[in-house]
């Protein structure tokens, strides 16, 4: 899995791109509770180059988002694709986390 972050606007934005599974999952985890730690309290994840997505990825999200909920903030997921919206629908994620169709309507989320 590939995981960059870039600031725009008071929100930290994270792309992520291949497969977030139990080996990479604790990445994904590690690096947002980095930018959380340094202050980020508002993160929207670009999923447009995320091919896939295991329970294990599904459990470094809930994480984080319990993390930036208990500093109130928040986390947001952008340009959602295929196989990995699919998993966001039937797990009921979409219920727990915003979900957008582009990168810009979850960065004007707030």
């Known amino acids: 899995m ?58 470094s999200i809930l994480a984080t988002g319990k993390k930036l909920k208990g500093n109130g903030g928040s986390l947001a997921f952008g340009n959602m694709q295929g196989m990995v919206k699919e998993v966001f629908d039937i797990s009921g994620f979409t219920s727990i986390f915003p979900v957008y169709d582009t990168l810009e309507a979850a960065l004007a989320h707030k």
């Open 2 to 59: 590939e995981l960059s972050g870039s600031k725009q606007g008071s929100s930290m934005v994270v792309k992520v791109a291949g497969r977030m599974d139990a080996t990479s999952a604790p990445q994904f985890e590690e690096e947002c509770a980095k930018w959380i730690e340094q202050g980020e309290n508002f993160l929207v994840v670009d999923m447009g180059g995320l091919e896939y997505i295991s329970s294990a990825g599904l459990r």
